[in-house]
C-alpha cells in the first residue's frame, strides 16, 4: 500500500519508515505506528509517523 496517503495508515500498523538521518543511504526501520505526525491528507515524501519505539519517519510501505 501506498504510504503517502494518510487515509491507508492506522494507529498500530505495521510499517517501514525512514527516517531523516537515513535518507541518504534509504535504510528502512521497521515498526507499529503509535502516532501519525502528518496532518494533510497526502504527502509526496510519505506520511510523517512516530513508531512504538519512539523512532520518527516517513512511510514508504505498509505491511499487512
Do not use: C, F
Not at 2 to 28: C, H, P, T, W, Y
Not at 45 to 52: A, D, F, P, T, Y
Amino acid at each position: 500500500m501506498e504510504g503517502n496517503k494518510r487515509a491507508n495508515i492506522k494507529i498500530g500498523d505495521m510499517v517501514s519508515i525512514v527516517m531523516k538521518q537515513d535518507q541518504s543511504s534509504g535504510k528502512l526501520t521497521e515498526g507499529y505506528v503509535a502516532r501519525i505526525l502528518t496532518n494533510s491528507p497526502q504527502h509526496p515524501h510519505g506520511i510523517k509517523v512516530k513508531l512504538e519505539d519512539g523512532a520518527v519517519g516517513r512511510v514508504q510501505a505498509i505491511h499487512s
